[in-house]
Antibody, heavy 121, light 110 residues
């Protein structure tokens, strides 16, 4: 069964760091690009970052550039999102999603259940 | 403000047909495929339409997609109460080198 399971969310103070993980199973992990997408409470979907199948290319939304880093470990079938210098506006449910393609830019066909990140003092 | 523009809400009676529009520009919808996602209350989004008009396995043919120029449309026929959800369009923006979504449209089945 194809599955993505996020973990690592929680409550963190502004300026602190958090690392999210996304564990994949049921398919050949290193054939696909992966995204992180977030959704603030009561708001719409907001794309955050993408990493290609081999980790060679990464892209970010402007508001997280220089603060967030997406990475992957193909030996562990896991994607990560390292979030530094967190701000209140980063508060959201963070979803991991599989891209249908290796190089990204295609549709997101598998989604995890999401992990909540709350940035508050 | 989202890069892709959708109406905030649409509504129709059970059994009726509804369409949801998604407007973009030459750097996103105009140059790449559009996908549509359904998010039922309290759940993760689910892929509904990919490559403008293709349905993943398991998605009924009541759902359809189309694209023309820099706009795309999701159509739902034979509305059911279970279709009440938020619907999002999405694609890649080559100028931003980023994924983009519409602001979402809340569908109410009257």
């Amino acid at each position: 069964q194809v599955l993505l399971v996020e973990s690592g969310g929680g409550v963190v103070q502004p300026g602190r760091s958090l690392r999210l993980s996304c564990a994949a199973s049921g398919f050949t992990f290193n054939n696909y690009a992966f995204h992180w997408v977030r959704q603030a409470p009561g708001k719409g979907l907001e794309w955050v970052a993408i990493i290609w199948y081999d980790g060679s290319e990464k892209y970010y939304r402007d508001s997280v550039k220089g603060r967030f880093t997406i990475s992957r470990d193909n030996s562990k079938n896991t994607v990560y999102l390292q979030m530094n210098s967190l701000r209140a506006e980063d508060t959201a449910v963070y979803y991991c999603a599989r891209d249908k393609a290796s190089f990204g830019g295609d549709s997101l066909d598998i989604w995890g259940q999401g992990t909540m990140v709350t940035v508050s003092s | 403000q989202s890069v892709l523009t959708q109406p905030p809400s649409v509504s129709a009676a059970p059994g009726q047909r509804v369409t949801i529009s998604c407007s973009g520009s030459s750097s996103n919808i105009g140059s790449d495929y559009v996908s549509w996602y359904q998010q039922l209350p309290g759940t993760a989004p689910k892929l509904l339409i990919f490559d403008n008009n293709k349905r993943p396995s398991g998605i009924p043919d009541r759902f359809s997609g189309s694209k023309s120029g820099t706009s795309a449309t999701l159509g739902i026929t034979g509305l059911q109460s279970g279709d009440e959800a938020d619907y999002y369009c999405g694609t890649w923006d080559s100028s931003l080198s980023a994924g983009v979504f519409g602001g979402g449209t809340k569908l109410t089945v009257l």
